[in-house]
């Protein structure tokens, strides 16, 4: 920091002038000199004092004040010399997430405490130097798990020589690090069972291929990026043979820009695939999902093509142009779902003219056969007037027969300000009461229309009294 005047230092560093208003001055400079000495000291003791090592963050949380009981989980001894705990209470997935870790601390007391440890989360902390994340990994001999999430690795690269130590890796997770490709090729490259990458949150909008390809790769997920065209997307069959599950969701992709053979070629494993809120629009990239040999998982929503449909719509749309797939947007397809969803795509395109048919429907009518277009059929609630009578009064009242007997118990109250302490109907069918006589509504949660209720029969409201009169004193 320099906030000195040099004039005046120089002054001061001569001896104090004779005036009393530069002595004055000299002496406020160098008590303020000392202050800020101070405060630096003071800075850099802080600065010390923040710095957190994955040792003591591990000794603090699973020492035995914390774990009274054990939980279940192994015991350990402390190794000759440890400044850590005598015993940790360890289980074998180890989760320092938010704990301010930037070092690695003892390689072997480490080493002493972690042999059993299989999963690692260090996500939210502030390592941003492979050495000490190598230093961690190296001393957990069966690691397999790794989560280095939201640690500020953007700029720092790992050098092959360090990458070795990172070999039995099967999960790795480096959502939002903004870790360059060059450290991701160098870890998939020293990583022979990875089995599962994460990158999300990295904004890649570019792909940066690997010359030396990760066969045992199965799953990458790589969304919330700024990826758009499909020519980065096809680097990933490239660099990653044996993907079954590709996830791109929250990714602009655009298209799906590949001929069959080519995609056959580039993802002959691939078992699933998430496009979710991408940028596709057209059919055609729908279609070309079908050129994926194995594909039976797709996911579709919040895509520009799908927009203008109902929600019965893009499912059954969906469905029928992808007849390989056996899960579709999460749900089970089952095959009276499908049929119907293909029987639903001819109706849907046969009116429109030839040119404009998918290739799709000329396929499904081959199945099917022309279909005539289902009848209308009207759902609309069913309306009947019906005379109420209510001692001397009589009033038309238009009953909805889709309501249930408590709620026309409901609507007469109101209608026919009706006392509210409580009243009883009955239905008397004019054609018939002379046979049956009146029938009470008694079930509140019965529909009306399941009385065969019509125009012109009657409900009588009568008040409720303690003694039940019979339907033959009315």
Not at 74 to 80: I, Y
Not at 273 to 286: A, F, M, V
Request: hydrophobic share 35%; charged share 20%; glycine share 6%.
């Amino acid at each position: 920091m320099t906030f000195v005047n040099t004039d005046v230092w120089a002054a001061h560093s001569n001896g104090f002038s004779s005036t009393p208003k530069k002595y004055f001055k000299a002496f406020c400079l160098k008590f303020f000199w000392k202050l800020l000495l101070q405060a630096g000291t003071m800075e850099s003791s802080s600065d010390e004092e923040e710095v957190r090592t994955f040792l003591q963050v591990m000794s603090e949380k699973y020492n035995p004040e914390n774990f009274p009981y054990g939980q279940g989980v192994m015991v350990l001894s402390r190794p000759p010399g440890s400044p850590v705990k005598d015993r940790l209470f360890l289980p074998s997935i180890l989760v320092l997430n938010y704990c301010g870790i930037s070092k690695a601390g003892d390689r072997s007391d480490i080493a002493a405490f972690c042999a059993h440890v299989v999963g690692l989360d260090l996500s939210h902390n502030q390592l941003n130097d492979w050495v000490e994340i190598s230093t961690i990994v190296s001393s957990i001999p069966h690691l397999d798990f790794l989560n280095l999430s939201m640690n500020p690795l953007s700029g720092v690269e790992l050098e092959p020589s360090m990458a070795e130590v990172f070999s039995r890796v099967r999960q790795l997770v480096l959502i939002n690090t903004h870790v360059s490709w060059d450290t991701v090729h160098t870890l998939t490259q020293h990583t022979p069972e990875l089995e599962e990458l994460f990158l999300c949150l990295n904004g890649y909008n570019t792909v940066s291929e690997s010359q030396t390809s990760c066969p045992s790769l199965r799953l990458l997920q790589i969304t919330d990026n700024q990826l758009q065209n499909w020519a980065e997307v096809r680097k990933f069959g490239l660099m990653y043979p044996s993907l079954s599950t590709l996830v791109l969701a929250n990714n602009s992709v655009e298209s799906v820009g590949d001929t069959q053979e080519t995609l056959r070629c580039l993802f002959p494993n691939l078992r699933t695939i998430n496009l979710n809120n991408s940028g596709l629009s057209k059919w055609e990239d729908i279609e070309r999902l079908n050129f994926f040999p194995k594909l039976e998982e797709v996911k579709a929503k919040g895509i520009p093509l799908l927009e203008p449909y109902t929600t019965h719509e893009r499912r059954s749309l969906l469905l029928a142009q992808l007849p390989s797939v056996v899960v579709l947007n999460g749900g089970a397809v089952s095959a009276g779902e499908r049929e119907d969803a293909e029987r639903y795509f001819i109706r849907y395109y046969q009116d429109c003219p030839e040119q404009e048919l998918p290739q799709r429907y000329h396929i499904l009518v081959s199945k099917y056969g022309q279909l005539a277009p289902l009848a209308e059929v009207d759902l609309s609630p069913r309306c009947t007037t019906v005379d109420v009578r209510w001692g001397e009064r009589v009033e038309a009242v238009s009953l909805h027969l889709e309501q249930t007997v408590g709620d026309l118990k409901k609507h007469l109250r109101s209608l026919l300000q009706l006392p509210t302490n409580g009243i009883r109907l009955f239905y008397i069918n004019r054609e018939m009461c002379s046979v049956f006589g009146p029938e009470e509504l008694k079930c509140g949660c019965r529909a009306l229309h399941s009385y065969s209720i019509r125009d012109g029969d009657e409900i009588l409201v009568v008040p409720k009294v303690k003694s039940r009169c019979s339907s033959s004193d009315l």
